[in-house]
């Protein structure tokens, strides 16, 4: 009942039954796990209740772990998402060969679209044209621009996956953020949960709200994949969902990972992956140019020198080194994911003297690699010139190092598109408004939640 097993990496010392738990408030998370660090080394192992949770830091051993032993890596956790509530389907949590067909499917289709391409990046520019529109009609007065731009972020998602985008009052697409807000905030209340499926069953935990959201969803989800299935043209595949619906057709009733419940839930997943993470980030980057009211002005200079108010392109991008430094250094303050998302070995696993055992949760802190000061020299400061060399580029060992979208075989499948979001998004903004503070004597605070701990609340 008792204490760490012999062979997993140290830790602080485990109470009878509950072993660490509540050791770790979320809200602090970020500090305690530095601290942890501090005492018990790179790798740590914190135990909740029985359950070993496994911790690693540092550049060198994520890149080992995630990259060199990619193939034992690259499993998730058993947990209540994707083992009750998604059947061990779609992509963000499930594992094995349903994951790797998936992953290659969605990879492939997304490119298809434009993903990483130039052409997607006309679909941007009409989502941050509208925004924009949006955003002059408030004729200079302040707002707060966390919904309008959450709306526009999902927008460039919906034309991938749907074929087409919403208007911001279209009743539809307000009730899908509705319930998108409403899954992202409930995932975090059922924490506990999440790690024991077992605790669904106590009427504690709200299950059945959990369930009921998803539900809805997901049955709006449906509702669009009906739609396309009835207008299904195999000659003319425009969104994820007919590729989808394509590939269903040619593989037929053979055995087969391209089920409907398959769809419903990466598309789910793509909402929900793709969308906050990116807004975030956006709005972490307006906080920073309210702060640093020096770099808007370099930016705004550099921008105008070399586009004046011509449409964003990504081809723009290298000669716009100063905009990507600046917004490589917001994703490392922001740190949106700082302990990435949790990865399981597919077997036991020795490193550096320990033992892993197959299953265990093994977070990777991305956080002890964005604060390195190995890597980036005083981290706590924001200078986005650290990514810039001698001749003002934006390249070297600080660029490469930077991951914010971890690494290894389930690297952020997203990120060339939110790489592009964030390019385009910004450098419009700049073209078009200079941002201060409402007030500027009660500038708004650096003060971040840490979302992505509040699945592992329970430390
Ligand atoms: C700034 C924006 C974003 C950040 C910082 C971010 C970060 C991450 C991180 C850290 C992971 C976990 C990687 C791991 O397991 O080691 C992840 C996974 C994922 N992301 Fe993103 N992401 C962003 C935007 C997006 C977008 C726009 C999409 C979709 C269109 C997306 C889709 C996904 C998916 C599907 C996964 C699961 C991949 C898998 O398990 O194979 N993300 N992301």
């Known amino acids: 009942l008792t204490g760490r097993p012999r062979g997993l990496p140290p830790g602080p010392t485990c109470y009878p039954i509950i072993g660490n738990f509540g050791l770790i408030k979320p809200s602090e998370a970020v500090q305690a796990h530095r601290n942890l660090r501090k005492k018990y080394g790179d790798i740590y192992t914190i135990m909740i209740f029985h359950k070993p949770m496994v911790i690693v830091h540092g550049y060198d051993n994520i890149r080992e772990l995630l990259v060199h032993q990619g193939d034992v890596f690259s ?35 997304l490119r298809k679209f434009g993903f990483g391409k130039r052409c997607l990046q006309t679909q941007i520019m009409d989502e941050v044209d509208c925004l924009m529109e949006e955003l002059e009609k408030l004729e200079n007065k302040p707002f707060d621009i966390q919904n309008i731009l959450n709306t526009s972020v999902s927008n460039v998602i919906c034309s991938l996956l749907f074929g087409k985008r919403f ?14 807000n409403k899954l992202f905030l409930t995932g975090s209340a059922s924490s506990p949960v999440s790690i024991f499926p077992v605790l669904r069953f106590l009427p504690i935990f709200n299950f059945n709200t959990v369930k009921k959201i998803f539900r809805d969803v997901d049955a709006f989800i449906k509702g669009i994949i009906d739609g396309h299935r009835q207008n299904f043209d195999k000659s003319n595949i425009n969104d994820f969902i007919d590729a989808f619906l394509l590939e269903q057709t040619r593989k037929g009733e053979r055995d087969t990972t391209f089920t409907d419940d398959q769809m419903i839930i990466s598309v789910r997943e793509f909402f929900a992956a793709g969308t906050e993470t990116t807004s975030t980030t956006l709005r972490w980057a307006l906080l920073f140019l309210i702060h640093h009211p020096d770099w808007q002005t370099i930016l705004q200079r550099d921008i105008d020198g070399v586009i004046g108010q011509c449409q964003p392109k990504m081809e723009h991008k290298d000669q716009l080194p100063s905009v990507e430094a600046f917004i490589l250094e917001v994703q490392r303050h922001a740190n949106l ?7 399981a070995p597919k077997e036991d696993f020795h490193f550096k003297g320990y033992m892993i055992p197959k299953r ?100």
């Open 167 to 180: 208007g911001y009052e279209d009743a539809k697409f307000k009730h899908l953020i509705v319930l998108l």
């Open 337 to 343: 994911t700082p302990l990435a998302v949790p990865h």
């Open 360 to 459: 265990t949760f093994t977070f990777f802190s991305l956080d002890s690699v964005m604060t390195d000061p190995n890597i980036f020299p005083e981290p706590f400061k924001f200078a986005p010139e650290r990514f810039l060399n001698e001749s003002g580029k934006c390249s070297g060992e600080q660029k490469e190092k930077l991951i914010p979208f971890s690494t290894g075989r389930r690297i952020c499948l997203g990120e060339p598109l939110a790489k592009m979001e964030l390019f385009l998004f910004l450098t419009r903004f700049l073209q078009k408004f200079r941002i201060r503070s409402e007030n500027p004597r009660t500038s708004s605070t650096f003060g971040g939640n840490a979302g992505t701990y509040e699945h592992i609340k329970t430390f």
């Open 75 to 109: 499993e998730r956790p058993i947990t209540i998402g994707n083992a009750v509530l998604n059947k061990g389907k779609g992509l963000v949590g499930s594992s094995g060969a349903l994951w790797k067909d998936q992953r290659t499917f969605a990879l492939t289709t």
